[in-house]
């Protein structure tokens, strides 16, 4: 399996952005989002079952982060919104190969290379 995550850039505190994520090869599986901020161990943002029936969202992002899938052409996207300068760090797109969604890095198989969102106050 390859993903490909893109769509990251620098914004303002309160912009939007939108992540994209791209896969091939082995695609079924449930996905998640996962960050990494300088300095800071990588961590759980948001997943998605493959069907999206069932989704799943840290703390601090739910309510302005949206995760969801467009199984026709195997793309992943996190809408954020009210985006905030906490975060600021690599994102990255990564595949379980389950029906359920996990809530852990270490819950994923295969990563793909992560995209840089910077929030400026």
């Known amino acids: 399996v390859q993903l490909q995550a893109s769509g990251g850039g620098l914004v303002q505190a309160g912009d939007s952005l939108r992540l994209s994520c791209t896969a091939s090869g082995r695609t079924f599986g449930a996905y998640g989002w996962l960050r990494q901020a300088p300095g800071k161990e990588r961590e759980f943002v948001a997943a998605?079952?493959?069907?999206?029936?069932?989704?799943l969202y840290t703390d601090s992002v739910k309510g302005r982060f949206t995760i969801f899938r467009d199984n026709r052409n195997n793309t992943l996207y996190l809408q954020m919104n009210s985006l905030k300068p906490g975060d600021t760090a690599v994102y990255y797109c990564a595949i379980r190969f389950a029906s359920s969604i996990g809530s852990s890095p270490f819950s994923y198989d295969h990563w793909g290379q992560g995209t840089q969102v910077t929030v400026s106050s």
């Open positions: 998605s079952t493959w069907r999206g029936d069932r989704r």
